[in-house]
């Protein structure tokens, strides 16, 4: 061991070594930077000798200092390449939360393209030549597309939830229902969301059943309002009741300021039940009801950017404007441009622009198709693998519809030696990752997410497995 530690240079060694400068000039990077790399690398072998792992024959100092500097190199790709990287969504699901959600439309990300590169008009006002405000950018689209007073833009839908509360029933009673009470990804309750914006919460009825006299019950001088959270993201079955925001709204007579807010989380403007696919409310119905305020997501079923919109009674809205969270939560232009770019989108008309909508309600026979294409490619390049089309079905994904699956078209593919989970892990690791499903030991293609330009990379792909 004393042996092995005895070859390793010293720092300043390795600092005025020919390698060391070219180094610099080849990776274009600081000298105390790479400094910082080398002494990890050194570290690293250092303790690999001392615990007994060090399995390689280095003879000499120069042959130490030629295998530090190779290490360094790997370390230091490792160390610059962006963490952020392109996958294949094999899934089937098209608001997979852990890759994305909602994918960009080609419109929206030329727009971000070009506001992000230069100046922007994100707070001026070109036409009056003076200061102008960022809630206005998407305030006339939302109010066209949704009907509503008012509009505006946070940087989620639990910042929306929560900014509401905090401004309008801070020390205040709201009425929740118990089957309402939902918890959404990584562990975000609204009851805590509740607790954190200084309103008091107030539970009614059972987890399967709420009636309107459970609400009509919990009115008092202390309430502020009632909060109605649809539940994207599980679903009761059953023996249950729940009550419309339509029978809510005439409590408003019983105490004058109470304000009914609906929180939809997965909002929509397009009409997927109009397709048999799912129940989701439309937002505009959802104010056209009466409701004072409604919040959703804009990276859902919406297919934008990360965003929480609110929309609805102009008295409000303007309270949440000018409340000092609305800076805190506020979006940059980068999102204003996107979600500007995909609002237009629907105001057009061009909903099969929208990679959202377009994979959700594409026909069955398309993504058939997607799978003859690819298996006809497959079976060219490849023979260490089985495959098999066969009928599936795609969940919605993101917290959205849920129980709710489209038919799809999958290819189930197994390999002659490999396990399913062993082809999973070299899929995923491929330079371009892909994520598949894995269903009774068989890996899993649904093409209602794969785009046909990704097909060529998925077959260099398998062919490097075994």
Request: glycine share 8%.
């Given at each position: 061991?004393?042996?092995?530690?005895?070859?390793?240079?010293?720092?300043?060694?390795?600092?005025?070594?020919?390698?060391?400068?070219?180094?610099?000039?080849?990776?274009?990077?600081?000298?105390?930077?790479?400094?910082?790399?080398?002494?990890?690398?050194?570290?690293?072998?250092?303790?690999?000798?001392?615990?007994?792992?060090?399995?390689?024959?280095?003879?000499?100092k120069e042959e130490m200092t030629a295998f530090i500097f190779?290490?360094?190199?790997?370390?230091?790709?490792?160390?610059?390449?962006?963490?952020?990287?392109?996958?294949?969504?094999?899934?089937?699901?098209?608001?997979?939360?852990?890759?994305?959600?909602?994918?960009?439309?080609?419109?929206?990300?030329?727009?971000?393209?070009?506001?992000?590169?230069?100046?922007?008009?994100?707070?001026?006002?070109?036409?009056?030549?003076?200061?102008?405000?960022?809630?206005?950018?998407?305030?006339?689209?939302?109010?066209?597309?949704?009907?509503?007073?008012?509009?505006?833009?946070?940087?989620?839908?639990?910042?929306?939830?929560?900014?509401?509360?905090?401004?309008?029933?801070?020390?205040?009673?709201?009425?929740?229902?118990?089957?309402?009470?939902?918890?959404?990804?990584?562990?975000?309750?609204?009851?805590?969301?509740?607790?954190?914006?200084?309103?008091?919460?107030?539970?009614?009825?059972?987890?399967?059943?709420?009636?309107?006299?459970?609400?009509?019950?919990?009115?008092?001088?202390?309430?502020?309002?009632?909060?109605?959270?649809?539940?994207?993201?599980?679903?009761?079955?059953?023996?249950?009741?729940?009550?419309?925001?339509?029978?809510?709204?005439?409590?408003?007579?019983?105490?004058?300021?109470?304000?009914?807010?609906?929180?939809?989380?997965?909002?929509?403007?397009?009409?997927?039940?109009?397709?048999?696919?799912?129940?989701?409310?439309?937002?505009?119905?959802?104010?056209?009801?009466?409701?004072?305020?409604?919040?959703?997501?804009?990276?859902?079923?919406?297919?934008?950017?990360?965003?929480?919109?609110?929309?609805?009674?102009?008295?409000?809205?303007?309270?949440?404007?000018?409340?000092?969270?609305?800076?805190?939560?506020?979006?940059?232009?980068?999102?204003?441009?996107?979600?500007?770019?995909?609002?237009?989108?629907?105001?057009?008309?061009?909903?099969?622009?929208?990679?959202?909508?377009?994979?959700?309600?594409?026909?069955?026979?398309?993504?058939?198709?997607?799978?003859?294409?690819?298996?006809?490619?497959?079976?060219?390049?490849?023979?260490?693998?089985?495959?098999?089309?066969?009928?599936?079905?795609?969940?919605?994904?993101?917290?959205?519809?849920?129980?709710?699956?489209?038919?799809?078209?999958?290819?189930?593919?197994?390999?002659?030696?490999?396990?399913?989970?062993?082809?999973?892990?070299?899929?995923?690791?491929?330079?371009?990752?892909?994520?598949?499903?894995?269903?009774?030991?068989?890996?899993?293609?649904?093409?209602?997410?794969?785009?046909?330009?990704?097909?060529?990379?998925?077959?260099?792909?398998?062919?490097?497995?075994?």
């Amino acid at each position: 061991m004393n042996n092995y530690l005895k070859l390793l240079p010293a720092i300043h060694d390795l600092q005025t070594h020919p390698s060391f400068g070219q180094f610099l000039i080849d990776h274009h990077v600081e000298k105390d930077y790479m400094t910082s790399v080398l002494r990890d690398v050194v570290t690293e072998i250092r303790e690999e000798i001392i615990h007994g792992d060090w399995v390689n024959k280095i003879s000499s100092k120069e042959e130490m200092t030629a295998f530090i500097f190779q290490k360094g190199e790997v370390e230091l790709e490792n160390r610059t390449k962006y963490y952020l990287t392109k996958t294949i969504n094999a899934t089937g699901t098209v608001l997979h939360t852990n890759l994305g959600r909602a994918r960009l439309s080609d419109e929206a990300i030329q727009h971000v393209v070009d506001i992000s590169k230069g100046y922007s008009n994100l707070e001026y006002d070109i036409s009056e030549g003076k200061r102008g405000s960022r809630h206005s950018i998407v305030e006339s689209l939302l109010m066209e597309l949704t009907g509503a007073e008012s509009a505006m833009v946070v940087n989620n839908n639990a910042a929306a939830v929560f900014l509401v509360l905090r401004a309008l029933a801070k020390n205040q009673e709201v009425i929740v229902s118990r089957g309402q009470l939902v918890e959404i990804g990584g562990s975000f309750r609204i009851s805590a969301i509740m607790e954190e914006s200084g309103a008091r919460l107030v539970e009614i009825g059972t987890t399967n059943k709420t009636h309107l006299k459970d609400y009509e019950n919990a009115i008092t001088e202390e309430t502020g309002m009632i909060l109605k959270v649809h539940t994207s993201n599980f679903k009761t079955i059953g023996f249950t009741k729940t009550i419309e925001v339509s029978e809510l709204v005439p409590l408003k007579e019983k105490k004058g300021n109470l304000i009914i807010y609906e929180d939809l989380g997965s909002g929509v403007l397009y009409d997927f039940a109009a397709h048999g696919i799912g129940e989701e409310p439309i937002i505009k119905g959802i104010l056209e009801q009466g409701v004072d305020l409604v919040s959703f997501s804009g990276d859902k079923l919406l297919g934008g950017p990360q965003a929480g919109i609110i929309v609805g009674k102009k008295k409000l809205i303007d309270q949440l404007k000018t409340h000092q969270l609305a800076r805190v939560l506020r979006v940059d232009k980068m999102t204003y441009a996107a979600l500007e770019a995909t609002l237009l989108t629907y105001l057009k008309g061009k909903h099969s622009e929208i990679p959202t909508i377009r994979d959700i309600i594409v026909p069955i026979e398309e993504i058939l198709e997607r799978c003859k294409l690819f298996s006809k490619q497959f079976v060219e390049k490849t023979n260490e693998f089985t495959i098999e089309i066969k009928e599936e079905g795609s969940p919605i994904g993101g917290g959205t519809m849920p129980g709710v699956e489209v038919p799809t078209y999958v290819i189930c593919i197994t390999h002659s030696k490999l396990s399913a989970e062993e082809v999973a892990t070299e899929l995923r690791q491929h330079s371009t990752p892909i994520i598949v499903r894995i269903k009774k030991n068989e890996v899993l293609l649904d093409f209602r997410t794969i785009e046909n330009q990704e097909m060529k990379e998925m077959v260099k792909a398998f062919m490097l497995i075994g």
